[in-house]
Nanobody, 114 residues
Framework: VQLQASGGGLVQAGSSLRLSCVSS????????IGWYRQAPGKERELVGV???????VYADRVKGRVTISSDSASNTMYLQMTSLRPEDTAVYYC?????????WGPGTLVTVSS
């Protein structure tokens, strides 16, 4: 599975941003596909994940501010982020699980200025 994330950039606190992740496989055929992020000096953490193409789970720290959606026609997953905070600054990665095999795409940097 090849994954390509895009849409990162420099934004001001309080603004919104949408990231995209194009998958080489049908999103709905993957065991799970989702977003992770890694802030400077911190460990990579889950943002949210689509499970079996049916259910979406979000990390508590972003719940209510992010929405994951997908477009089956283009095999694209989106991460809509609102009310961005400086602590949301991180490299955002899309990742997928195909059976038991994990796949990671290159990240896209999101920088939120105060």
């Amino acid at each position: 599975v090849q994954l390509q994330a895009s849409g990162g950039g420099l934004v001001q606190a309080g603004s919104s941003l949408r990231l995209s992740c194009v998958s080489s496989m049908s999103i709905f055929s993957l065991s799970r596909i989702g977003w992770y992020r890694q802030a400077p000096g911190k460990e990579r953490e889950l943002v949210g994940v689509i499970l079996g193409g049916a259910r979406t789970v979000y990390a508590d720290r972003v719940k209510g501010r992010v929405t994951i959606s997908s477009d089956s026609a283009s095999n694209t997953m989106y991460l809509q982020m609102t009310s961005l905070r400086p602590e949301d600054t991180a490299v955002y990665y899309c990742a997928a699980l195909n059976g038991e095999d994990p796949y990671w795409g290159p990240g896209t940097l999101v920088t939120v200025s105060s």
